[in-house]
């Protein structure tokens, strides 16, 4: 090897790679709009498109940092199961997907659970992230909601959570099936406790998630344009050989359905869940509900709905 081929030939090659740009990645991102938005704009906009009001999503803790007073909030860490109990292969190895996972998210699974105050009041907040494989359901997210339902009835909080998901994860197969039936039975526990238990369903709540603990909530809430479903639209259209109407399995169409009870945008999350739980509060010390609680309760629901 002489010193052409030794270092000009890498050096030539060298100036036709393409070389990331940090800035031009890192300073922009793309909305469904078509827009191009300027991150800290989106970011100081709680990640709402200032132009289409499209609510972006939001990995747990990014959550958890706009929802708690003053950003502050300690994470639980529960007991995590073993990885990949079927030792699971498809394109590639399960243990793959997990490790590349939690490299990108810097989370244990797509599940986490923190407890801090909302305007004063403590409370225990869990929160899906969807690019932790799509938010899915496994055994590791089950333990940290069931550890986060624990938690929140030694402690006599609220529980509040933010679904984000695809559903049931399908690398654990009936091992995630299971998480189902074992969250179904800590939001009874919770109940059983007299606890207020909120909902907030963020774009997409699908699947298994929405089958079980999702849809328990004494409150459930969407934001907006949230896709809210169990089963996709094209099976649903291809099963009932019928046209569906445009805005289908969105947050407004379920509720307009009677599926979920409001639709709030994220700036008036806070607000509108600060609220609701001072009442729900309220009624379960009481454990009577008069006519006249009830129409402020159903004055409040309309109100919080607006924005208010």
């Not at 070389?19 to 300027?38: D, F, G, H, I, M």
Request: glycine share 6%; proline share 4%.
């Amino acid at each position: 090897m002489n010193w052409i081929t030794k270092f000009i030939k890498p050096r030539i090659k060298s100036l036709f790679k393409k070389r990331p740009s940090e800035n031009s990645e890192s300073l922009w991102t793309a909305c469904e709009c078509k827009n191009l938005v300027y991150k800290d704009d989106l970011f100081n906009n709680l990640s709402v498109c200032p132009t289409c009001g499209s609510h972006h999503k939001l990995g747990s803790e990014d959550r958890f940092k706009i929802f708690f007073d003053n950003k502050e909030f300690e994470v639980l860490e529960p007991p995590l199961p073993k990885d990949d109990p079927l030792k699971f292969v498809d394109t590639k190895k399960y243990t793959d997907r997990l490790e590349k996972a939690r490299k990108q998210t810097k989370q244990a699974d797509a599940i986490l659970v923190a407890h801090g105050k909302l305007d004063g009041l403590n409370i225990t907040v869990g929160a899906q992230n969807f690019s932790f494989i799509g938010g899915s359901l496994g055994a590791a997210s089950g333990e940290s909601f069931i550890n986060g339902i624990q938690h929140a009835i030694d402690n006599k909080n609220p529980f509040v959570f933010f679904s984000c998901s695809g559903g049931a994860r399908m690398q654990e197969s009936a091992v995630s099936l299971m998480q189902m039936t074992r969250t179904v039975l800590a939001v009874n526990e919770l109940k059983k406790a007299n606890l207020p238990y909120v909902v907030v369903m963020t774009n997409p709540t699908a699947g298994g998630v929405t089958a079980s603990f999702a849809g328990l909530g004494d409150i459930t809430i969407g934001e907006p344009k949230a896709v809210v479903a169990f089963a996709g639209r094209r099976v649903i259209q291809n099963t009932v050989k019928e046209d569906l109407p445009e805005d289908f399995q969105t947050a407004e169409f379920v509720r307009d359905h009677g599926g979920i009870d409001l639709v709030v945008e994220r700036k008036y999350l806070r607000s509108t869940i600060s609220t609701l739980l001072s009442i729900l509060l309220k009624k379960k010390e009481t454990q009577a509900i008069s006519s006249s609680d009830n129409a402020i309760f159903e004055e409040t629901l309309s109100k919080t709905a607006k924005g208010i």
